[in-house]
């Protein structure tokens, strides 16, 4: 038998180690400090017996590590926790439990909604030795119902807040994204109606209160618009109209966060500044024939909406079930 603070040196510690290894050392004794990580003395480990409970999970963990590991001749290696009743160690191991089951909880990917529900045979350990050493075999079972009610009251309060939660998308935050909804198809389908009215027909546009039928003419015309009022906008004023473009309003928009074009009919569109002039009045084009695949956009988030609030009506007012 051995003990390992009585190694002082390093030197002594690795002697000690051979020893234990080729078994000339039955029985070597040590914190958890000394004689955990980093120490490989497992290969004729037999038995790790626990004195006692240590602070940390993660020390019964080091401890076992010693003997429970690749290099061990033996299969099988047995595990003993000594507790005594009646003192100081039933506080520890419910502390020990109260820590793996946190633990245990993240580390196996469950629900961690603030609630621990699951026993593995660690923790379940931990109880009964805490039990043991109460001297009360029926206090891993009052441990077992207390930790059940508190994790019901957890539940009902979570179904009392998702309740509220639905109270209030039921009666505020639905309705109101549904009228958002339904006003803007309504104003997208007033523009798509103005859009029939030059449908098919030649390539037109104004610039500053000159139209053009020419692209190339109308690219340039652009180019020379935006670096005019991009040299003279005030810091304050983002947003000039330049002119129009199948019956809606055109705007040059300059903020430095979010420049673009920007047609205003009954409701507002808007695209990136392109490369050059003439890209520019490709988006221009581009962005009145995107406007009626809005409509279908808008309308499809209608739908969805709706049928989002017809189901937290149907939840509800569901009573807590246990």
């Not at 003990?3 to 000339?24: P, S, Y």
């Not at 104003?187 to 798509?192: A, E, F, K, L």
């Not at 966060?257 to 808007?270: A, E, H, N, P, V």
Request: proline share 3%; hydrophobic share 35%.
């Amino acid at each position: 038998m051995a003990f390992i603070h009585d190694a002082a040196t390093e030197a002594q510690r690795q002697a000690l180690f051979e020893r234990t290894c080729e078994g000339k050392v039955r029985i070597l004794l040590g914190s958890t400090n000394k004689l955990g990580t980093g120490v490989n003395v497992q290969d004729k480990v037999i038995a790790i017996n626990h004195l006692d409970c240590p602070w940390r999970p993660s020390d019964i963990t080091q401890r076992d590590g010693r003997g429970v590991r690749q290099g061990n001749e033996n299969p099988e290696v047995m595990i003993k926790q000594f507790v005594t009743k009646g003192t100081f160690d039933a506080y520890l191991w419910q502390i020990q439990e109260q820590k793996l089951r946190y633990i245990k909880q993240i580390l196996t990917g469950r629900s961690i909604a603030r609630s621990c529900e699951d026993v593995d045979e660690t923790m379940l350990s931990a109880a009964q030795f805490k039990a043991t050493a109460t001297d009360n075999p029926m206090l891993a079972q009052k441990m077992e119902l207390e930790n059940r009610v508190t994790e019901l009251k957890i539940l009902r309060g979570a179904w009392s807040n998702e309740q509220l939660s639905l109270e209030r998308k039921v009666n505020t935050t639905y309705p109101s994204r549904i009228q958002q909804y339904q006003h803007q198809i309504e104003q997208i389908s007033q523009d798509i109606v103005l859009l029939e009215q030059s449908k098919d027909g030649e390539f037109s546009i104004v610039l500053d209160g000159k139209p053009y039928t020419e692209r190339p003419a109308a690219g340039d015309a652009f180019a020379l618009l935006y670096h005019t009022i991009n040299e003279k906008c005030a810091k304050d004023d983002f947003e000039f109209e330049i002119g129009s473009y199948r019956g809606f309003r055109l705007c040059l928009n300059l903020h430095p966060l979010s420049q673009g074009i920007i047609l205003r009919g009954t409701s507002r569109y808007s695209t990136d500044i392109g490369s050059s002039g003439q890209g520019t009045i490709t988006r221009i084009e581009n962005l009145a024939e995107r406007i009626s695949f809005y409509l279908i956009n808008t309308q499809r988030d209608l739908e969805e909406v709706e049928k989002q609030l017809e189901a937290a009506r149907q939840q509800m007012g569901q009573p807590f079930i246990v």
